[in-house]
């Protein structure tokens, strides 16, 4: 596999799960009723954005993680305040635009100053317009326009705060739910793509460049039926018993290949770096394709399953039994990812379901800043009767974020530090 291939394979698989995960939020904020500001792929500086309909949808430069920007969920980034001077734009004696500067360029814009206003319950503007004093509504969508970038209003019934503690806790879970989904979709996948073993046939999965088995004319996806006259069946360790005892003999392999039997002479040869005779190929069982129930069962065995090891992980990461080189950031993700991408449809498949239910899990631990803290703040809320104060949660969120991105620093130290001692 060339080395754009593998770019684009880690590319596909950051994204993917990353949008997933955040159109989990997306889609039940809108179905809430929120207003939706952004809807972000990576961090950082802005490398492609888009506006459609009342979301800017934008693409970041660093390519760890990304986030959908609610209205209410932070302090408005806009703020009018009495005695501000404001050009606005009417239709039908309604506020569509309020205009912070260059109000010479408005044209048709109502120029005045601020005495009163309220852009979140009763949405109104009353205003000094040359001595006189006017009251105008406000449009629900109505746009602020500050130095060429327009924000538009959150009504209150629009800010994530307003929602039911269900709809709210909906938002948060629906990321995580998006990717046990996808998980399960993908192990399903990799069934229907690997297909179900037959344990009485020994199938050829690759063969090694440069090797005896390439040399004899073997290829991946041939069937072994019989060696130096023994049939092998399904018996792997037989195969091997023969090759180790053939040293520099010329062996006859019979192969099935595309339904036709096929006679190939193949000679061993020792390996000098670890004194084992090979012949250079990789064994599998042969396959048969799957049904839509194996495709089930065993996809959700294979979810069960990892997500054991998953949780095993986080309470031997937990309890302190896990080492810093242990550890892997971005770097090694990408260097996993590449080995799984060459290892065939299958194996990257399984790697990229894998990867799914862990950024689920991970997203559901109550670590600050991570979706698992922001359902624990709402669970606290549910039970109490009341929210806790906006600013010593966010303020909560924000060290947990600090230490998340000190602990990225510190794993991509040392997956740089492991790469440079090999």
Same mark, same amino acid.
């Given at each position: ?27 039940? /904020?809108?179905? =809430? %009723?929120? $207003? ?13 954005? &888009? #506006? ?118 909906? /938002?948060?879970? =629906? %990321?995580? $739910? ?13 069934? &229907? #793509? ?139 993700i990408v260097e996993f990812t ?35 803290s922001r359902l624990v703040f ?45």
């Amino acid at each position: 596999m060339d080395v754009l291939q593998i770019i684009v394979l880690n590319v596909l698989l950051f994204f993917v799960l990353v949008t997933v995960h955040e159109w989990g939020h997306f889609y039940f /904020a809108k179905r =809430a %009723g929120i $207003l939706t500001r952004e809807f972000a792929i990576g961090f950082g500086p802005k490398v492609l954005s &888009f #506006v459609r309909g009342e979301t800017r949808y934008t693409l970041r430069l660093l390519p760890i993680g990304g986030f959908v920007r609610m209205a209410g969920e932070d302090p408005e980034i806009v703020q009018i305040n009495p005695g501000q001077r404001i050009a606005v734009a009417l239709e039908n004696e309604t506020v569509t635009h309020i205009y912070l500067n260059d109000f010479d360029s408005r044209r048709g814009a109502l120029e005045g100053v601020v005495e009163d206003i309220d852009l979140e319950r009763q949405l109104f503007i009353r205003m000094d317009v040359d001595g006189a004093v006017q009251r105008f509504a406000v449009h629900p969508r109505a746009l602020i326009v500050s130095k060429e970038k327009e924000t538009q209003i959150a009504p209150w019934e629009r800010q994530f705060g307003s929602k039911t503690v269900g709809q709210r806790a909906m /938002a948060i879970f =629906a %990321g995580p $739910l998006m990717n046990f989904i996808l998980a399960f979709i993908l192990f399903v996948t990799v069934v &229907f #793509v690997a297909g179900m073993p037959l344990p009485d046939r020994v199938r050829i999965s690759d063969t090694k460049p440069g090797s005896a088995a390439e040399r004899a004319g073997l290829m991946g996806g041939d069937v072994i039926v019989e060696v130096n006259g023994e049939k092998i069946g399904g018996d792997s360790k037989k195969l091997t018993t023969l090759i180790q005892n053939s040293p520099n003999k010329t062996m006859t392999w019979v192969v099935e290949r595309n339904k036709q039997l096929v006679t190939k002479e193949v000679k061993p040869e020792l390996d000098e770096k670890d004194r084992v005779i090979r012949v250079g190929v990789s064994l599998g069982p042969d396959t048969r394709p799957a049904t839509i129930g194996e495709g089930i069962s065993n996809g959700w065995r294979s979810m069960v399953s990892a997500t054991t090891l998953i949780l095993d992980g986080f309470g031997k990461l937990a309890t302190l039994q896990v080492k810093m080189d242990d550890l892997g950031g971005p770097i090694r993700i990408v260097e996993f990812t590449s080995e799984q991408a060459s290892a065939g449809p299958a194996q990257y498949i399984n790697w990229m379901a894998v990867m799914s239910l862990y950024l689920g899990l991970f997203n559901l631990l109550p670590i600050p800043a991570l979706d698992g803290s922001r359902l624990v703040f709402l669970g606290l809320e549910a039970v109490r009767g009341k929210p806790v104060d906006p600013s010593r949660e966010s303020m909560v969120h924000f060290v947990g974020f600090a230490m998340l991105m000190l602990l990225m620093i510190a794993v991509t130290y040392n997956d740089i530090l492991r790469l440079i001692k090999g």
